[in-house]
């Protein structure tokens, strides 16, 4: 199970991302590292359509920050024993009775991302990246109109290029259009 089967390392494909893996250090919900390196790896079909979306953005003058792309089972059942609520954190499957999947963290076809300016500075938001409030969905009124509108934008490109938004956080997006493949616990 660990073998790297359908996942790349994101920069091999197209270096003009912002990779900033919040579970490779410890400044996420967890407060712990979770991640070994800060190497982003995702989906090969999945990448493609990122790099499309990137394309939109960069030509719009913005880049795209990588908060999370490919995670390891292993790492899904860490969150899930520090967070044991399903609402927020799903809980890790279980690989011995799992058949069919979906898209996923778990086998890099889902990505958490935002928008940044030329120069890496990021674009206002919402909220900030995993912080479990009413703001963090697209659907709360109390959100001043300006940040709710830079992430409709990053939301209708990401939807033009075929990923599926998440309504309860609007960083995260499932690859809608390929055929869900096996999750894996390839460590990075």
């Given at each position: ?131 479990f ?24 490109v ?22 869900p ?8």
């Amino acid at each position: 199970m660990n073998t790297m089967g359908n996942l790349v390392k994101l920069l091999d494909m197209d270096d003009d991302f912002i990779i900033d893996l919040k579970y490779a250090g410890s400044d996420n919900f967890t407060g712990e590292k979770i991640y070994i390196s800060c190497e982003c790896y995702i989906d090969r079909n999945t990448a493609l359509l990122l790099i499309a979306a990137k394309n939109i953005f960069r030509d719009a003058g913005y880049r795209v920050k990588l908060w999370d792309a490919y995670r390891p089972i292993s790492a899904q059942k860490r969150f899930f024993e520090i967070l044991p609520d399903n609402n927020f954190v799903a809980m890790p499957p279980d690989m011995s009775v799992l058949k069919s999947f979906r898209t996923s963290h778990m086998n890099g076809m889902c990505v958490d991302i935002t928008l940044t300016d030329m120069e890496g500075t990021e674009v206002p938001m919402p909220c900030g990246f995993d912080e479990f409030v009413p703001a963090a969905s697209l659907s709360c009124e109390d959100t001043p109109e300006k940040l709710r509108g830079n992430a409709n934008y990053m939301r209708s490109v990401m939807i033009g290029c075929g990923f599926r938004p998440y309504d309860g956080e609007w960083w995260h997006f499932y690859d809608d259009t390929n055929e869900p493949v096996p999750y894996s616990d390839f460590r990075i």
